[in-house]
């Protein structure tokens, strides 16, 4: 029997909770010095925090220096965790003060508070579409890579301000609200610059797609012999072509 969606809510609430039991376990026992857990923990948000902190960092080796220190940061402090946010949330703002402090370290200031005329864009939403047909042919796996190298060089171009929004609210769809409390900063502001950020991309990745217009609908290898075969096939039923 199909589930209503009182049930399928109840499911995902159960589902919640035990995630939640099993992080204050993992918590619980790291704190105690348990190296399995410290490990469960990293492998389970190694991924949020490189991709938060490469919502600031310059590069990914920067990023990964900051996820290392991070982590070092967390773990010394692991005791203070007291859930007011969720385990993912406390860890990103925690990756974002490390990549910050890296930048500052060279000279680099990364502003994140809020600048005065950010609020004048908030009501002009910006359309960012990007889709690929699902395929397991080799045209249609090219397609999806070439399509995500596109948007991930898109989005190192933006500017850390508008890619840390982009980074927590589209690459790990995190909420308003946890987006801003990472970012320290008000949810009017993760709204705005969310949709500076895709405007930006859209801006950044027309030039991009019609720049690699021309390599679309590729038409080689096994589609191209197909075709081939079956005409000269069909030309050879009829007698119109000689066999060399």
């Known amino acids: 029997m199909p589930e209503t969606g009182l049930q399928t809510c109840l499911s995902a609430d159960r589902d919640a909770v035990a995630c939640d039991t099993d992080e204050a376990r993992l918590v619980g026992a790291a704190c105690e010095g348990d190296a399995a857990a410290f490990e469960a923990i990293m492998r389970r948000h190694n991924r949020l925090l490189f991709r938060t902190a490469r919502g600031i960092a310059a590069d990914d080796a920067e990023a990964q220096d900051a996820v290392q220190d991070a982590w070092l940061r967390a773990f010394t402090r692991l005791a203070s965790f007291r859930g007011e946010a969720r385990l993912a949330t406390w860890l990103a703002r925690i990756a974002i003060n490390a990549a910050l402090d890296a930048r500052r370290k060279r000279g680099e200031i990364v502003a994140l508070e809020a600048a005065r005329?950010?609020?004048?864009?908030?009501?002009?939403?910006?359309?960012?579409?990007?889709?690929?047909?699902?395929?397991?042919?080799?045209?249609?796996?090219?397609?999806?890579r070439e399509l995500r190298e596109l948007l991930q060089s898109a989005i190192e171009s933006l500017p850390p301000?508008?890619?840390?929004?982009?980074?927590l609210r589209a690459v790990e769809e995190m909420s308003v609200d946890e987006t801003a409390y990472c970012l320290r900063v008000s949810d009017a502001v993760v709204k705005t610059r969310y949709l500076r950020s895709r405007a930006l991309l859209r801006d950044a990745l027309a030039g991009e797609l019609e720049r690699h217009a021309p390599r679309a609908f590729a038409f080689a290898g096994a589609r191209c012999d197909a075709v081939v075969a079956h005409v000269l096939a069909e030309l050879d039923r009829r007698g119109l072509i000689r066999r060399h």
Do not use: C, K, W
């Open 117 to 144: 005329d950010e609020d004048d864009d908030a009501a002009n939403p910006a359309e960012l579409t990007m889709s690929s047909a699902e395929s397991d042919t080799p045209d249609g796996a090219a397609e999806r």
């Open 161 to 167: 301000i508008y890619r840390s929004v982009f980074m």
